[in-house]
């Protein structure tokens, strides 16, 4: 059981897409979602057919809601896919070098009415932190979903063979089955919102959840002084590896890691976070591995981090929060 | 039957939305499609959730393909509407004043498959009229359907109590159940696309479809030149009156004529008319009409007008093009 004054520690999460969901449906389990803030990486939004996607924020945002397809991880349980089966009728039109049309990027039939609505706000002058509230607060949450950045800030990931991918021609397109060499972050302009900025600094507990730390988590430490932020209160920072047992739950993080020189292991990543967080939280799997992590003078948290329950997800928030307090 | 000659006449068609649609339908029975050529109403286009909304074009695309609803006479037959559905949920965080998340206009999720991909071309820098092509290729149609302009334009409507309709606010949300002081087509930046001006000009016949003399055919007129060049080849225009009876069969126009000062009759669409069209279309229910617009100048050729069925279309076609031949 928490306390009364542990249910209302201010928490923030710099959260991905599914495994951060995942995390925070067990971290609302455990204390008031009024004292969580998510700040959401957007650097994997895409325009498609004229509208904005958030992938991460949406998933989050379904998963909380109890919304989120179970199998797929992502999307809308129940949907339907007329729009997109319709779009296959312009398929044999579309101009050589023209991107209309897609429809390697499902968006269900419910789906479309978050772009819609997004679009339309964005269209009309709001920021994403605004229109992002407001459909948070039409699925009825009361945590804070926070896009990272108002800015746009977009992942790039250049392959072995040459290739200039956006994020999502290499995550869905392509199935992230292909080698990379490099991970870019274009964030030059992008500016970390203001209200996540106060979160990370007054929260009493930020926890980096269990996502990918290159794709997921590096483009929000990419924005200007969230490290510097971070490692100021390191002590209050604790991180959940993705990595359980040399491999990712579910994605390239592995094979991302491996291929741009990290060790695809809860070292590897103790070795990426050491300088922001203080605690890494792992797996029973990897208990072998703590002496090499607090080797690198981050404290080591062993427990059940494989999220198949809401019970398993619910102990993994709570001991996440009191790993550090 | 028609002669060769006459099968490969070159016609011209200023066109609306339903009206027209189902006369093209009606001509195309009777000639070849690739003589024909659509020039549509683009003024009340709009534009809902970031997406290019085209009614007339898809109007005439849809039917043309055979794949109109024909009760409703817009939008796509065996349409669901879960986007739609799904956006009533943002409908209690829209802000004040904001125009997102709009359900008044319906938009089914085949249909909107349709505007992603024009919204995707558009964005991309290719005009209306390449997109409209590539639509209605898509759909196997051999008639070019152009739209009136590349540039935008745009009906609005002054009630009589005194508010500035959109025309999609006027024709759609409130369901042109309100007084119309004035129609004021804002077009003065946009030309007549210069394949439209092509086929009005080298057409063997032009045609003005049964459509709403105002608030479609109007906006044709209202660009650059249009008028003129139909005044120059005033014998080879033909009208068609969308008034049978004192009514029209679909839509405001009886009303909206009356509202502006016209007869809402076909010596009314005669009197607008007669400046451009050497010879006007009615039915068998106007005869006793006939003499008065012929005392205004115009042929008076009279047929059966109601296209109830797609033989008197097709008749209704033929007769159209031998009017003035």
């Given at each position: 059981?928490?306390?009364?004054?542990?249910?209302?520690?201010?928490?923030?999460?710099?959260?991905?897409?599914?495994?951060?969901?995942?995390?925070?449906?067990?971290?609302?389990?455990?204390?008031?979602?009024?004292?969580?803030?998510?700040?959401?990486?957007?650097?994997?939004?895409?325009t498609l057919h004229g509208l904005r996607i958030c992938p991460d924020l949406d998933t989050v945002t379904y998963t909380l809601a109890g919304a989120i397809d179970?199998?797929?991880?992502?999307?809308?349980?129940?949907?339907?896919?007329?729009?997109?089966?319709?779009?296959?009728?312009?398929?044999?039109?579309?101009?050589?070098?023209s991107d209309a049309g897609v429809t390697w990027f499902g968006l269900g039939d419910r789906d479309l009415a978050t772009h819609l609505y997004r679009s339309a706000?964005?269209?009309?002058?709001?920021?994403?932190?605004?229109?992002?509230?407001?459909?948070?607060?039409?699925?009825?949450?009361?945590?804070?979903?926070?896009?990272?950045?108002?800015?746009?800030?977009?992942?790039?990931?250049?392959?072995?063979?040459?290739?200039?991918?956006?994020?999502?021609?290499?995550?869905?397109?392509?199935?992230?089955?292909?080698?990379?060499?490099?991970?870019?972050?274009?964030?030059?302009?992008?500016?970390?919102?203001?209200?996540?900025?106060?979160?990370?600094?007054?929260?009493?507990?930020?926890?980096?959840?269990?996502?990918?730390?290159?794709?997921?988590?590096?483009?929000?430490?990419?924005?200007?002084?969230?490290?510097?932020?971070?490692?100021?209160?390191?002590?209050?920072?604790?991180?959940?590896?993705?990595?359980?047992?040399?491999?990712?739950?579910?994605?390239?993080?592995?094979?991302?890691?491996?291929?741009?020189?990290?060790?695809?292991?809860?070292?590897?990543?103790?070795?990426?976070?050491?300088?922001?967080?203080?605690?890494?939280?792992?797996?029973?799997?990897?208990?072998?591995?703590?002496?090499?992590?607090?080797?690198?003078?981050?404290?080591?948290?062993?427990?059940?981090?494989?999220?198949?329950?809401?019970?398993?997800?619910?102990?993994?928030?709570?001991?996440?929060?009191?790993s550090t307090l």
């Open positions: 059981m928490m306390t009364d004054a542990e249910l209302a520690t201010p928490v923030a999460v710099l959260a991905g897409g599914v495994g951060a969901a995942r995390y925070l449906n067990g971290l609302l389990s455990v204390i008031d979602a009024a004292s969580v803030t998510a700040v959401v990486n957007t650097a994997d939004d895409t179970p199998d797929r991880g992502w999307g809308l349980a129940g949907e339907t896919w007329a729009a997109m089966e319709a779009l296959e009728r312009y398929a044999s039109v579309i101009p050589q070098g706000r964005l269209a009309e002058g709001a920021t994403l932190s605004e229109v992002t509230a407001e459909i948070a607060t039409a699925w009825g949450l009361g945590l804070a979903i926070l896009p990272m950045s108002d800015d746009p800030v977009a992942t790039r990931l250049l392959t072995v063979d040459g290739r200039d991918l956006a994020f999502q021609e290499y995550f869905v397109r392509d199935r992230h089955d292909v080698a990379i060499a490099e991970v870019r972050v274009e964030a030059t302009a992008a500016r970390l919102g203001d209200a996540a900025r106060t979160a990370l600094r007054d929260a009493a507990v930020v926890v980096i959840a269990p996502s990918n730390p290159l794709v997921s988590i590096g483009p929000i430490r990419a924005l200007d002084g969230v490290d510097e932020l971070l490692a100021s209160r390191r002590d209050s920072t604790v991180a959940i590896s993705p990595i359980v047992g040399g491999r990712a739950l579910k994605g390239p993080a592995a094979r991302l890691l491996d291929e741009l020189g990290h060790e695809a292991s809860v070292v590897g990543v103790a070795q990426i976070y050491r300088s922001i967080a203080g605690t890494l939280v792992i797996d029973h799997a990897d208990a072998d591995r703590a002496g090499e992590i607090e080797d690198l003078g981050m404290r080591c948290v062993i427990t059940d981090t494989v999220m198949s329950t809401p019970q398993i997800a619910a102990e993994l928030g709570r001991i996440s929060l009191v």
